[in-house]
Antibody
Framework: EVQLVESGGGLVQPGGSLTLSCAAS????????MNWVRQAPGKGLEWVSY????????YYADSVKGRFTVSRDNAKNSLYLQMISLRAEDTAVYYC?????????WGQGTLVTVSS | DIVMTQTPLSSPVTLGQPASISCRSS???????????LSWLQQRPGQPPRLLIY???NRFSGVPDRFSGSGAGTDFTLKISRVEAEDVGVYYC?????????FGQGTRLEIK
């Protein structure tokens, strides 16, 4: 069974930092590209970042470029999202998802709240 | 960026009746590899998104056959042949032809 389990969310002050993790199982993580997608409270879905299977290709949404860094550890079947200089508008549930181009899976999400 | 526009934004449907959601992209979603990367997602209340359809018309594993996708180029449709109570939620179309990956605004399906 494919599982994607996000962790690391929580309450952080504006300007603060947080690192999210996504633990993958049930599929060959090392050959799968991965994405982070977020959803602000009561809003729609917003793609955040993409990383290829080898980390050779990485893309970010303009709204997070320069502040977020995506990475992965194929030996640990894990995906990460390092977030710095957080703003109130970054408040959202963050989902990890597989390639988004074919038969894809989504995690349950982890909530990040940026507030003083 | 490719803009995805869904209609309607809200769809009240009677149980057992069909429902249809349209999605239009601001440019063709045909990739240079000849695939069209248009997917449909379902998000039930309080749940994460779930893939229903990928590459226009391919049903994901476990998705009931009352869900079907069609279309080409820039115009796509998700159809539910007979709506059931468990289909309540928000439906999104999504393009993954190019970055940034973009989503439609979402269509809320509710029971009359």
């Amino acid at each position: 069974e494919v599982q994607l389990v996000e962790s690391g969310g929580g309450l952080v002050q504006p300007g603060g930092s947080l690192t999210l993790s996504c633990a993958a199982s049930g599929f060959t993580f090392s050959t799968s590209s991965m994405n982070w997608v977020r959803q602000a409270p009561g809003k729609g879905l917003e793609w955040v970042s993409y990383i290829s299977s080898s980390s050779g290709a990485i893309y970010y949404a303009d709204s997070v470029k320069g502040r977020f860094t995506v990475s992965r550890d194929n030996a640990k079947n894990s995906l990460y999202l390092q977030m710095i200089s957080l703003r109130a508008e970054d408040t959202a549930v963050y989902y990890c998802a597989t390639s988004l181009r074919s038969s894809d899976y989504w995690g349950q999400g982890t909530l990040v709240t940026v507030s003083s | 960026d490719i803009v995805m526009t869904q209609t309607p934004l809200s769809s009240p449907v009677t149980l057992g009746q069909p429902a249809s959601i349209s999605c239009r992209s601001s440019q063709s979603l045909v990739h240079s590899d000849a695939n069209t990367y248009l997917s449909w997602l379902q998000q039930r209340p309080g749940q994460p998104p779930r893939l229903l359809i990928y590459k226009i018309s391919n049903r994901f594993s476990g998705v009931p056959d009352r869900f079907s996708g069609s279309g080409a180029g820039t115009d796509f449709t998700l159809k539910i042949s007979r709506v059931e109570a468990e289909d309540v939620g928000v439906y999104y179309c999504m393009q993954a032809k190019q970055f940034p990956i973009t989503f439609g605004q979402g269509t809320r399906l509710e029971i009359k």
